[in-house]
């Protein structure tokens, strides 16, 4: 795989040559047990795959050239680069502008950009009109592109199932960037319609078989669908794609679910079931399966708690979150400020959306157990951080240089 230039300032000594040995010692990734970071009286365990994924390497070494190669020039991200605070403020310490944030609203008008601008599309793509409307004044979306090649890759395929006449239905969150640019391709091509959750989509289903009337769906779906949209006709065929940071297994549910209703409404069998559904089969980007994977196998090991960091907006983190308290005591932190001290920590509803202090975090025993995974945007730099910070507050630092050294 292409190897980039990303800034050193968020690499980390220890969590390359811990992932380095990991990966010449199960070069298959077959192998998803956590690593044992064993600090005496605290013993940390990191989860096989956590951190930067392709797309995001990507879309940082583009960003950070695009600043070096136009000076004096103004430069401007469409919307947020990644979803990780300390790598959108070290843009816009540099100088770069968001013209949106990561809802869509806009911060600076359009119509103050010129063709002398600089704009970078983030990782998560944009919408075909913002695309149209920044090519109209000149401005080259596709020299300081960084959509994610994964985030592509959904969009072409939804264009091949739309060329075979099916209907898109997206997963995913519908006021995320890459959801929104996701439907924006897919509409392109063919009728289209966003749901966020298995409940939406279980309503949908009712439209579907006819339960529900059909004039309902265009209030209870607003904004959800493609102009021209025709309930009656347009959900006959359909495949599902998704937004590429979502619970792979909320997505194959979902699939599943349609699946089974079109076989019971319309008498099909598995032999002929593509007439209505298409295989799109799971179009979650390697980073995001290999990281729930991950977490999976990291949890069947007996630990007191989580801590999973990534950013607050991160679908992908919040996703690893979800997982992690399905089985034990999580807590969801953006950077070391969120340890106070060892009494208390600051950490994030992943649901609620709400920050609140956290007192007693860790359990007095010893030797402590903790399970640590980081989201796709988060700089392995801020993990290392947090073990380091974890460890002075057993005042065993230097055991994490000896680690370090033995990992090497």
């Given at each position: 795989?292409?190897?980039?230039?990303?800034?050193?300032?968020?690499?980390?000594?220890?969590?390359?040559?811990?992932?380095?040995?990991?990966?010449?010692?199960?070069?298959?990734?077959?192998?998803?047990?956590?690593?044992?970071?064993?600090?005496?009286?605290?013993?940390?365990?990191?989860?096989?795959?956590?951190?930067?994924?392709?797309?995001?390497?990507?879309?940082?070494?583009?960003?950070?050239?695009?600043?070096?190669?136009?000076?004096?020039?103004?430069?401007?991200?469409?919307?947020?680069?990644?979803?990780?605070?300390?790598?959108?403020?070290?843009?816009?310490?540099?100088?770069?502008?968001?013209?949106?944030?990561?809802?869509?609203?806009?911060?600076?008008?359009?119509?103050?950009?010129?063709?002398?601008?600089?704009?970078?599309?983030?990782?998560?793509?944009?919408?075909?009109?913002?695309?149209?409307?920044?090519?109209?004044?000149?401005?080259?979306?596709?020299?300081?592109?960084?959509?994610?090649?994964?985030?592509?890759?959904?969009?072409?395929?939804?264009?091949?199932?739309?060329?075979?006449?099916?209907?898109?239905?997206?997963?995913?969150?519908?006021?995320?960037?890459?959801?929104?640019?996701?439907?924006?391709?897919?509409?392109?091509?063919?009728?289209?319609?966003?749901?966020?959750?298995?409940?939406?989509?279980?309503?949908?289903?009712?439209?579907?078989?006819?339960?529900?009337?059909?004039?309902?769906?265009?209030?209870?779906?607003?904004?959800?669908?493609?102009?021209?949209?025709?309930?009656?006709?347009?959900?006959?065929?359909?495949?599902?794609?998704?937004?590429?940071?979502?619970?792979?297994?909320?997505?194959?549910?979902?699939?599943?679910?349609?699946?089974?209703?079109?076989?019971?409404?319309?008498?099909?069998?598995?032999?002929?079931?593509?007439?209505?559904?298409?295989?799109?089969?799971?179009?979650?980007?390697?980073?995001?399966?290999?990281?729930?994977?991950?977490?999976?196998?990291?949890?069947?090991?007996?630990?007191?708690?989580?801590?999973?960091?990534?950013?607050?907006?991160?679908?992908?983190?919040?996703?690893?979150?979800?997982?992690?308290?399905?089985?034990?005591?999580?807590?969801?932190?953006?950077?070391?400020?969120?340890?106070?001290?060892?009494?208390?920590?600051?950490?994030?509803?992943?649901?609620?959306?709400?920050?609140?202090?956290?007192?007693?975090?860790?359990?007095?025993?010893?030797?402590?157990?903790?399970?640590?995974?980081?989201?796709?945007?988060?700089?392995?730099?801020?993990?290392?951080?947090?073990?380091?910070?974890?460890?002075?507050?057993y005042g065993v630092e230097e055991k994490v240089d000896a680690f370090m050294e033995e990992s090497a």
């Open positions: 795989m292409k190897q980039f230039n990303v800034p050193n300032i968020y690499s980390s000594p220890l969590i390359s040559a811990i992932k380095q040995q990991r990966r010449q010692q199960d070069k298959l990734k077959k192998d998803f047990e956590p690593t044992l970071v064993d600090l005496g009286p605290l013993q940390i365990f990191l989860a096989r795959h956590f951190g930067f994924c392709y797309g995001v390497e990507n879309a940082i070494e583009i960003a950070f050239n695009t600043i070096d190669e136009n000076p004096g020039k103004r430069i401007f991200l469409l919307s947020e680069m990644i979803h990780n605070p300390q790598v959108n403020a070290d843009l816009q310490e540099r100088g770069v502008q968001f013209l949106q944030d990561t809802y869509g609203k806009q911060l600076i008008p359009f119509d103050e950009i010129t063709a002398d601008d600089v704009v970078i599309i983030p990782a998560f793509g944009t919408t075909l009109e913002i695309e149209k409307l920044l090519n109209d004044k000149g401005i080259p979306t596709a020299k300081y592109n960084t959509t994610c090649p994964f985030v592509e890759k959904v969009w072409n395929r939804s264009e091949q199932i739309a060329e075979k006449g099916y209907s898109i239905v997206v997963h995913g969150k519908p006021k995320h960037e890459e959801t929104r640019a996701t439907f924006s391709h897919a509409s392109l091509h063919t009728p289209t319609v966003v749901v966020n959750d298995m409940a939406e989509t279980a309503e949908l289903a009712k439209y579907i078989t006819g339960e529900k009337p059909a004039e309902q769906f265009y209030t209870e779906f607003n904004g959800r669908y493609s102009e021209g949209f025709d309930i009656t006709k347009h959900l006959q065929k359909i495949g599902v794609v998704n937004q590429t940071t979502q619970l792979a297994s909320d997505t194959q549910a979902i699939s599943d679910y349609l699946k089974s209703v079109f076989i019971r409404h319309h008498n099909l069998t598995a032999e002929n079931i593509g007439e209505r559904f298409a295989d799109t089969r799971d179009t979650l980007c390697y980073a995001t399966n290999d990281n729930q994977t991950a977490v999976t196998g990291m949890l069947e090991t007996p630990a007191d708690l989580a801590i999973v960091i990534g950013g607050y907006n991160s679908s992908n983190s919040s996703h690893l979150v979800e997982l992690c308290e399905n089985k034990l005591t999580t807590y969801f932190i953006d950077s070391t400020d969120r340890l106070l001290n060892k009494d208390a920590i600051e950490t994030r509803n992943w649901q609620t959306k709400e920050l609140s202090v956290k007192t007693g975090f860790l359990p007095g025993k010893m030797p402590l157990k903790i399970l640590i995974t980081s989201g796709a945007s988060c700089p392995d730099a801020v993990v290392e951080d947090v073990i380091r910070k974890l460890a002075g507050f």
